[in-house]
């Protein structure tokens, strides 16, 4: 069973920064490195979107919205993918929640097997 434990989220002003972190804990390291990985955030009263996700080869994918401002990455010796997030705007305010899957097109199409638990990343104006 894999855990993710996701930090990093908090109160920001406008134009601030955060970077978030997901550690997929209990996981070896051969099963991490053939995650594919994403990031995804829900607003109050909206649904659930796909940020960012990285593929276990390295490739990457970003909303519009998120494109030139967010960046995910990958650690494969600490088990970890973050996301850094620059530029943040109030319409960034969400719960943001890290997931996985092996089968990369279910992390695009939003149906990754495993979630962790989300982190409130609130944005000030």
């Known amino acids: 069973q894999v855990q993710l434990l996701e930090s990093g989220g908090g109160l920001v002003q406008a134009g601030g920064s955060l970077r978030l972190s997901c550690v997929a804990s209990?996981?070896?390291?051969?099963?991490?490195?053939?995650?594919?990985w994403g990031w995804f955030r829900q607003a109050p009263g909206k649904e659930r979107e796909l940020v960012a996700a990285i593929s276990r080869a390295g490739r990457t994918n970003y909303t519009d919205s998120a494109k030139g401002r967010f960046a995910i990455s990958r650690d494969n010796s600490k088990k970890t993918v973050y996301l850094h997030m620059n530029s943040l705007n109030p319409e960034d305010t969400a719960v943001y929640y890290c997931?996985?899957?092996?089968?990369?097109?279910?992390?695009?199409?939003?149906?990754?097997?495993?979630w962790g638990q989300g982190t409130q990343v609130t944005v000030s104006s």
């Open positions: 997931a996985v899957d092996p089968d990369s097109s279910a992390v695009l199409l939003g149906r990754p097997r495993y």
């Open positions: 209990r996981a070896i390291l051969s099963t991490f490195i053939s995650y594919n």
